[in-house]
Structure formats: C-alpha cells, structure tokens
C-alpha cells in the first residue's frame, strides 16, 4: 500500500513503577532509541487534513514534505506559495550538515537531492501563467465577496446574472458586466417590476466597486482561455503528479481575493468530477496555506458552502489540507472533518495563545505516553505532534493513531525560493504554457450590446443624412451656409451625432448605453 513517510515518532519514556508520565515534569522528554514511522497511507489522503503551528516552526516544510510525498506516489497537487517558499519544490536540494543530521535521526535510507515536476500559475501572469475564469463561472455570490458588496448591492447583482441568462448575452469579462449593470440601471424600472427593486445607487456602489477591484490588478482574473482542471489534474510519463504552485505573494496581500478563487476552484472541483467514493489514493490534493483568510469575515451562507464542499468532495476523490497557525482559525464544523492532523510548536505567551494551546490539544486522540498540552509549546523546529488516519488490526479502518511527537521528514527538493532564472526555466519547459499565456477575446455580452447600439444609431443617422443632402440640394432651411457659418461643419455633425446616440437610446430601453471598452478596462472570461 502506498503511503507518504511524514516523520519518526519518537516515544516519550513513561516513569518507572507504571503511573502515568503525563504527570510527571519528564513526560515531554524523548527517547530517541524507540522510534517508528508516521506515514500518511495515500488511501487516507482525501480525508483531509490540517497543519498549524506558529510562524517559524516548520509548517512549509511539512507542507513541501506532503506535497513531493503525493507528487513521488502519483497524485497530481495544487498548492498556494504564500511567501515564495514552495517554489523550492521545483529543483534539487543539496546536502548540508543540518539536513545530513536530521536524516540520519529519522534514518531515511534512500535520501536523494530531487526536485518535483512543477507547473507554475499565478493570477497576475507574473510569476507564471495566468489562472483565469469568467465571471459567468465565478458566480454572483463569490463575485459579491471580492467586491465587498452589502445584502441590496449583491442582490442587483444577481438580477444582473439572471438578466444575463434570460437575454442570452455572455458575461466573459468586465466590460460585459459593465455592459449589463448599464442596461439594468437604464431599463430600472421595468427591472425592478419583473426581477425586483433595482436602484440607481446600487449599480453605481457596484460600478465603483469595480473599479477598485481593477486597481488592485483583480481584473486580470477574468478572462479566456479559462482554467481547464485536467490541467491541475496531470501526472508525467514516468508517473510523478505534477505539483501545480500557485504563486500567492502578492495575492495573499488582497485576503478576499485569493480566498474567493481558492474556493471557486474547490467548488468547480466539487461540481465537475464524478463519484468515485474511496480510491487507492487521491485523485488530487489541495494545500491551502493561509487559511483563515477563507473564513474570516465569510457571510453565513459561504461558511456553509465551504462545509458543504469539504464534506462532499473527498467522495470525488479530492483530499483538501489547511495550514494556518491556529487550529480554531478553521470553524468546528469543518475541522472535525480533518482526519490528518500536524501541529507543530505553538507558544502560549497570550490568553489566545493559552487558549489555542488547549484547543489543539483536545482535537487529538489521547496519547498515555504524552502530555499533549505540554508538549505543544515545548517543540522545537521541524518536531510536531501527529496523528493521522490508520487501519486497526483486525478492527475498525480509517481510526486516528494516538497523537506522537514526531521529527518530521525534510524533503528532498530546496528548502527556499528559486531564482528568477530558475523559475524562468521551468516556465519555459511547461506543458501547458502555449495555451495560457495568450489572452482571447471572444464576441460576448460588451460586444452584442455595442454593435446593437450602433446598429440603432445608424437608422437614426440615415434620414436625417437624406433630409440634409435634400436641404443642401435646394438650399432649404437656413441652407448649408448659413448652418456653417452659425455652427461650422464639424460641430454641426457632432450634434447630429449626439441626438443619433439620444434617439437610439430612446428607440429601444433594451439596447442600453454605448459603452467604450477604453474606458471602463477590460477583462474577458467564458461561461
């Protein structure tokens, strides 16, 4: 069976004369003669996990360790680089006397410097290829969070998606809900009768809200060609899973942002991959680092969503692993849903922390071996407490292991960011690079209403075209002289321009407001 080496335990030493050692000062004490593997069994891997630990005590690293873990076994990984770190992943490492230590007390045998088969995303374009979805697809919900609209602006906006679905105009970017939040603020009152009451106001908080999301670079998330998750879900020919880094530096700095496309990609997950109940191992791992940003601030209804994705989607053969510092930065209801669990060292110098302390503490199976509470705040870098999933002989299967402290393995890549020179390289021998790089856009919702409003405004131009020519022809009206001299020609066609744009408006409610792509930015996306 296949199964990811995490560490060594190493057991405490129970007092002589039996008693129980989480009594006595000795119990966080270690013999580093009675030691036994922690693997993770990759038929385990979907049932979730979590890793916390505070700043400093090894938290990437276990990450690193778990994402070549799957990578080595076959498992295709996606993974949020918050400080650049990850990227290690990519290449190599190398010997050093700390590491040749530490694997000599862990006692790996075959131990070589290798680096992981990596694609690299990010939603800038920057750091590697872009990650980009439609707004169709981010839904009014998700989009609703990243701009940080009350209950009425979220519900115009989801009159603007259900108007967008009725009319069968697409919304791929942008412009296109630009284009729509113009045509539902011109046609308001007829909206606001058949869909609800829709105010000026509202689509103007919603306009602004837009720009703000554009200033922040948020635009560059929608667009086509759109993230297509076999490109997540990819192994290499010898077998190796790709390790797809998403590079979040500059992401994680936007909190709403990077949670919400984080969750619209578990959700497309949870929605796209069939049942396929518990499998040898997974079919994808999800390492989310930084993960109270996904539930800080969340609105009922999207806690719940994210309970109901985690719940469900390890049935699709999806395993979904949070990192954060504290274990109560994940609500309860989800965290008892995490079957693997590492914590690393945690310091109890607050009430929070004391508390935290505690927290951790109860979500372990009971060791008699150890005092968990002690030992949490007495680890020391790259140890921490571990319980995972395991089979009981002749009992039950899936069970948690009783709670060991534990050295936890190094891995075999660097232990530290990559050059831009390496990273370079590793771009430019993607698989997937030709597809993403280059952005498309595609006739959608902007377009159909644009080429509507000029199609209006020439039937208006035309008479008045003929009704001139006949004027300057027998030189009726005031005659062409007279309206150059009073006007001159190139403001007069501009009046003639104008009421041709004020007609066309008139002449039908539902073709809206030229809008000019120049202005508003652009951002493209696919339903």
């Not at 045509?183 to 058949?194: D, G, K, N, Q």
């Not at 020439?458 to 009073?486: H, I």
């Amino acid at each position: 069976m296949d199964s990811i080496l995490v560490g060594k335990a190493v057991t405490a030493v129970a007092p002589s004369g039996g008693g129980h050692p989480a009594a006595a000062p000795g119990a966080a004490s270690v013999d580093a003669t009675s030691t036994t593997n922690v693997s993770l069994l990759a038929c385990y891997g979907n049932r979730h996990g979590l890793v916390a630990g505070a700043t400093g005590t090894g938290k990437t690293v276990t990450l690193m360790t778990l994402a070549e873990g799957f990578s080595r076994i076959g498992v295709p990984v996606f993974i949020a680089d918050v400080k650049g770190d990850v990227s290690g992943l990519a290449v190599a490492g190398t010997h050093g006397e700390r590491l040749d230590q530490r694997i000599a007390e862990i006692g790996i045998d075959d131990w070589l410097p290798e680096a992981s088969p990596v694609v690299f995303w990010d939603l800038f374009g920057r750091d590697g290829h872009p990650v980009r979805t439609t707004v169709s697809e981010m839904g009014p919900l998700l989009l609703s969070r990243i701009l940080e609209l009350n209950d009425t602006q979220s519900g115009v906006l989801d009159i603007v998606f259900k108007l967008a679905d009725e009319r069968g105009l697409l919304l791929l970017d942008l412009p296109d809900l630009r284009a729509l939040l113009g045509l539902v603020a011109e046609e308001r009152r007829e909206i606001s009768t058949s869909h609800g009451l829709v105010s000026v106001q509202s689509v103007g908080a919603i306009q602004r809200a837009l720009l703000r999301l554009e200033a922040d670079g948020g635009d560059a998330i929608f667009g086509e060609p759109a993230l297509e998750l076999a490109d997540l879900m990819r192994t290499t020919p010898q077998g190796r899973g790709v390790v797809g880094i998403l590079a979040a530096d500059r992401l994680v700095l936007k909190p709403r942002l990077y949670a919400s496309f984080l969750l619209w990609l578990l959700s497309e997950l949870f929605e796209s991959l069939p049942e396929v109940g518990d499998l040898d191992r997974p079919r994808l791992v999800f390492l989310f680092d930084e993960a109270h940003l996904l539930f800080d601030d969340a609105p009922p209804a999207l806690r719940q969503r994210v309970e109901q994705v985690v719940r469900i989607i390890r049935s699709k053969g999806v395993g979904v692993y949070f990192c954060s510092q504290f274990p109560d930065d994940v609500p309860d209801e989800i965290l008892g849903q995490l079957g693997n669990r590492v914590q690393h060292a945690l310091r109890a110098y607050t009430p929070r922390d004391q508390k935290a302390v505690r927290t951790a503490a109860g979500t372990f199976v009971a060791n008699p071996a150890l005092d968990v509470a002690a030992t949490i705040s007495q680890l020391g870098t790259g140890e921490a407490l571990v319980s995972l999933l395991r089979d009981v002989p002749g009992g039950p299967r899936g069970v948690p292991m009783p709670v060991e402290r534990t050295l936890v393995a190094p891995p075999r890549c660097r232990m530290g960011a990559i050059t831009a020179a390496e990273r370079a390289q590793v771009r430019a021998a993607s698989p997937v690079g030709g597809k993403y790089d280059t952005r498309v856009d595609r006739e959608s919702a902007f377009e159909m209403l644009a080429r509507k409003a000029e199609a209006a405004a020439e039937q208006v131009q035309a008479p008045r075209a003929r009704t001139r020519g006949d004027d300057e022809a027998t030189g009726g009206g005031f005659g062409k002289s007279v309206k150059d001299a009073m006007f001159g020609t190139g403001r007069r066609q501009g009046m003639v321009e104008t009421m041709a744009k004020q007609t066309a408006r008139t002449v039908g409610s539902q073709i809206g407001r030229q809008i000019l792509r120049g202005l508003f930015g652009g951002l493209s996306g696919r339903r």
